[in-house]
T-cell receptor
Framework: EDQVTQSPEALRLQEGESSSLNCSYTVSGLRGLFWYRQDPGKGPEFLFTLYSAGEEKEKERLKATLTKKESFLHITAPKPEDSATYLCAAPIQGAQKLVFGQGTRLTINP | GAGVSQSPSNKVTEKGKDVELRCDPI?????LYWYRQSLGQGLEFLIYFQGNSAPDKSGLPSDRFSAERTGGSVSTLTIQRTQQEDSAVYLC?????????????????FGAGSRLTVL
């Protein structure tokens, strides 16, 4: 069964304390791994797409990486405005839909 | 429009009533998706429309749920005889092209969602 699993469920960091969020997947024939950010009361907002193992993408304090089994979202020297839920997702082969993980709720304390 | 618009933003209804949720996608986006997000949960796929193709309804949880897309644009998700377990945020998203294609694999743009509470 195609699955996307995220860990941890929640993470609290102090401002400036770097860490990583994990997304593991069991989707056959992966055709992209997506990262989204969701703020309370809003819909998810696109961050990155990764297509192949070894690929990396960066945006401000965020860097996403991909291996054959998992993806990491690294956050470097985070600020309180980085607080949000981060979702990863992958398209199911042969189907036109994204399977989402449960998300990691990230809180950055000033 | 500039983004995906959903209405109502909040809906409180009584158990057994029917509700309609509306989604106005980004102009020119051919694909439209409905997802459901229960409290503290990830997104659950409901239904997908692509152009004039038959919709993928594989995620609809029961026959009380239906959706249509008129003129390739606005979509309405209808829930009949609502139950308390239907309480959730219903998210609509649109994209330019077919999901899952590697070449130019597109990105979903989500609306803010419609929060449904069934009493």
């Amino acid at each position: 069964e195609d699955q996307v699993t995220q860990s941890p469920e929640a993470l609290r960091l102090q401002e400036g304390e770097s860490s990583s969020l994990n997304c593991s997947y069991t989707v056959s024939g992966l055709r992209g791994l997506f990262w989204y950010r969701q703020d309370p009361g809003k819909g998810p907002e696109f961050l990155f797409t990764l297509y192949s193992a070894g690929e990396e993408k960066e945006k401000e304090r965020l860097k996403a990486t991909l291996t054959k089994k998992e993806s990491f979202l690294h956050i470097t020297a985070p600020k309180p405005e980085d607080s949000a839920t981060y979702l990863c997702a992958a398209p199911i082969q042969g189907a036109q839909k994204l399977v989402f993980g449960q998300g990691t709720r990230l809180t950055i304390n000033p | 429009g500039a983004g995906v618009s959903q209405s109502p933003s909040n809906k409180v209804t009584e158990k057994g009533k029917d509700v309609e949720l509306r989604c106005d996608p980004i102009s020119g986006h051919t694909a439209l998706y409905w997802y459901r997000q229960s409290l503290g949960q990830g997104l659950e796929f409901l239904i997908y429309f692509q152009g004039n193709s038959a919709p993928d309804k594989s995620g609809l949880p029961s026959d009380r749920f239906s959706a249509e897309r008129t003129g390739g644009s606005v979509s309405t998700l209808t829930i009949q005889r609502t139950q308390q377990e239907d309480s959730a945020v219903y998210l609509c998203a649109s994209s330019l092209a077919r999901q899952g294609t590697l070449a130019g694999a597109n990105v979903l743009t989500f609306g803010a969602g419609s929060r449904l509470t069934v009493l």
